[in-house]
């Protein structure tokens, strides 16, 4: 998939919000349809006379869509621009509802992608899945009203808004990214060259070990959160003894703490380190499932899942804003919808197997899974590769990195060279270090002709045999024949350090 283009200007700007609006308007249809699924287990259970191991097959449902969605991405992207996909997304959420099944994810992949890409974007990925959790939030107080109103429960009507919510939602879509509602090439014409391009971006996807890594940890950690929120409801009546219809709205609180969470957590998860927030964050969260495990007290457990839901909300923003500085641009799309569809395994396979042991051990066996998941999750996130914020001045560094809402003059040669002066000063710490598509610091110093580099390169004792693909100094034709996409590609590359 081609680098997004962020609009600038300021007459633009309007439309950009529009299109984050748009984009969280999204996550909040997709929220209470979620959000609702632990409050109607119990009802699902008594309307068709089935156990827990049943109630497995409709997270097997929601995986099936995640799949089809991660194989046909790459394909699709080859031939549809980013409005037709989520287009395409928000038609099929629609249907989804009217069918009520399980159905494709295109717009969570692109959504994703897109908020990536513009400046701050670890706030506006906290705000679009903060919309999330607010659909969460609201989804059980519907779901609940609905499902006990009458001595017959009707729980199925509730499914009628989030259809109307659709609707909305598709309509905001159209509106916010007309612009882009376009085929970029007819089907069936495709050129061999673009063919061969997206089994190629697959390929690198697949062979890009930090995408394994960053899908494990949303293995484990959306493992945890939909197997809480999807029995904790069950776990309540059936062993705590609580009533149906209070405890219907109790994973509200969860997804209330999770939607101030991602909203309040994201700016100080950012300027306080992801890696070293996010463990702290996972090990708050094991202490509080414990206190929720272990003291069987109603306010006790309510507070424990709403603080639980609080300081889980920032993991999984945190991860996507990990996951655009780690995957180079060429992959981005294709190895966020694969680290998306890993999740999910996670996300359906734990839900399920708790099902399944219920139905033989009792739900009692939610709360050991749920400290085992957390614990994983904490371990995982260890194993993703670091990432140095920058190695130079943060305003520069914002200006480089965040190159699609500078203007193009932001990017100049005097820039660059100062840039990699400042690298050069600085070789010492950095020559440890890969790029986010594996390749190591030096051959983006080779590339970019720096000599300074290279003699400072040399006294450190570094290999400097390695060279550009074509013998010449790549970063310094890119910047002079006004290549800005390639010069900023090789800068990011620059930037965007981690440890392996």
């Given amino acids: 998939m081609e680098p997004l283009e962020v609009e600038t200007a300021s007459p633009q700007i309007p439309r950009l919000y529009l299109k984050l609006v748009s984009a969280g308007f999204s996550f909040f249809v997709a929220g209470i349809n979620d959000g609702s699924l632990g409050p109607l287990i119990p009802y699902i259970r008594q309307a068709y006379h089935i156990d827990t191991n049943l109630v497995a097959v409709v997270y097997g449902t929601t995986f099936c869509g995640w799949l089809v969605a991660a194989l046909s991405n790459s394909h699709l992207c080859q031939y549809l621009d980013l409005g037709v996909l989520l287009a395409l997304g928000a038609v099929l959420q629609v249907l989804a509802h009217a069918l009520r099944t399980g159905f494709l994810r295109f717009h969570y992949t692109h959504a994703n992608t897109f908020v990536a890409s513009v400046k701050a974007a670890h706030r506006w990925l906290g705000f679009i899945h903060a919309m999330y959790m607010a659909g969460c939030l609201v989804g059980p107080f519907v779901s609940t009203a609905v499902a006990s109103a009458g001595m017959h429960s009707r729980w199925n009507l509730f499914y009628a808004a989030p259809l109307g919510l659709g609707v909305i939602n598709l309509v905001l879509v159209i509106g916010a990214f007309h ?19 997206g089994l190629q971006e697959m390929k690198q996807t697949l062979c890009t070990p930090s995408v394994w890594l960053l899908s494990l940890y949303f293995f484990f950690f959306l493992g945890a959160a939909i197997t809480a929120g999807g029995w904790i409801v069950e776990y309540l009546v059936d062993v705590r003894d609580r009533d ?13 703490g999770g939607f101030l969470g991602r909203l309040l957590l994201a700016e100080p998860t950012y300027r306080w380190g992801e890696r070293r927030m996010i463990f702290l964050y996972v090990v708050l969260c ?31 923003a945190t991860g996507i804003s990990v996951a ?6 060429e992959i981005r799309s294709s190895a966020l919808a694969l680290v998306f569809v890993l999740g999910q395994v996670g996300g359906s396979i734990f839900p399920a197997v ?7 051990a009792g739900v009692k066996v939610l709360q050991p899974i749920l400290v085992g998941l957390l614990g994983a999750t904490g371990v995982s996130w260890l194993m993703v590769p670091r990432i140095l914020r920058c190695v130079g001045p943060p305003r520069l560094y914002d200006q480089l990195f965040f190159h699609r809402t500078a203007r193009k003059d932001d990017i100049a040669k005097p820039q660059s060279d100062f840039v990699l002066g400042y690298v050069a000063a600085n070789s010492s710490k950095l020559l440890g270090y890969r790029a986010p598509n594996g390749r190591s610091v030096l051959h983006y110093i080779a590339a970019a002709g720096n000599e300074a580099l290279l003699a400072v390169s040399q006294k450190e004792g570094a290999d400097i045999s390695v060279r550009c693909d074509k013998g010449e100094a790549a970063l310094h034709v890119a910047l002079e024949t006004g290549q800005d996409a390639t010069a900023v590609q ?5 930037f965007t350090l981690r440890a392996w």
């Fill in 354 to 360: 708790t099902g399944i042991l219920a139905a033989h």
């Fill in 286 to 316: 094991v202490g509080l499932q414990l206190m929720f495990w272990l003291v069987p007290n109603i306010i006790t457990e309510a507070v424990a899942i709403s603080l639980f839901g609080f300081f889980s909300g920032p993991f999984f």
């Fill in 179 to 197: 612009d882009s509602l376009r085929l970029t090439q007819q089907f069936g014409q495709s050129p061999p060259e673009s063919r061969q391009k």
């Fill in 490 to 494: 090789l800068l990011e590359a620059l």
């Fill in 324 to 329: 655009s500085k780690v995957f180079s641009a």
């Fill in 244 to 256: 149906l219809k209070d405890m219907g709205y109790v994973p509200a609180g969860f997804y209330g």
